[in-house]
């Protein structure tokens, strides 16, 4: 069984600064790692993904994360945060031996970007 | 940006009484899935489908809950007899063959 841990609910940062939304996840097996991004009232928007090849994958609006098998985990970076960037984001992964594709998400990490 | 589907937008049911979505899938993207997401941001997998057939399905979704996705039609995902337990964000998704899910913006199901 796959679990995803997002370790902090609430992260606040200024416009400009650089922030890291931390993602760990626990499975043995070949796993698919992705983040999304929720505004509030919206669905999900996709961000980016990692499956295998360079740890460092890129995203949409300037996200990029890190796989680390070490670690178990894929965090979310983005440089340069605007305040368009305030929503719920989601780390999500996928057993990719089970064959149903179905994504667990961790809880979520509130991102806050004050003017 | 995704292009998936889903109607309508809010749906407000009493209790006992059958509440109805839709979704139309990305054109070409042959699995569709369906997940539940409550107010304190918990997902839970419902079903999922690969073109007109059922890949998975948990088992809440096997009593209360029916889903389909016919040929040439919108998938929908129908519950009998809804409960306030039941009121939770409804998504869908679409996928091709690669591994990224694209989501809809979801039907708001409030049970009264």
Redesign the interface.
Known sequence: TQTVSQSDAHVTVFEGDSVELRCNYSYGGSI?L?W?IQHHG?????LL?Y?SGNPVVQGVNGFEAEFSKSDSSFHLRKASVHWSDSA?Y?CAV?AVSS???????G??TQLTVMP | ??K?I?TPRYLVKGQGQKAKMRCIPEKGHP?V?W?QQNKN???K?LI?FQNQEV??QIDMTEKRFSAECPSNSPCSLEIQSSEAGDSALY?C?S?QSS????????TRLTVL
């Open positions: 698919y992705s999304y919206h669905g999900l928007q996709f993904k499956y719920v989601f996928s064959g149903s594709w179905q994504l667990i998400f809880s979520g | 940006n995704s998936v889903q699995v899935f997940y941001n918990e997902f997998f999922n890949l998975q998504l998704a996928r591994y990224e899910q694209y989501f809809g913006p979801g």
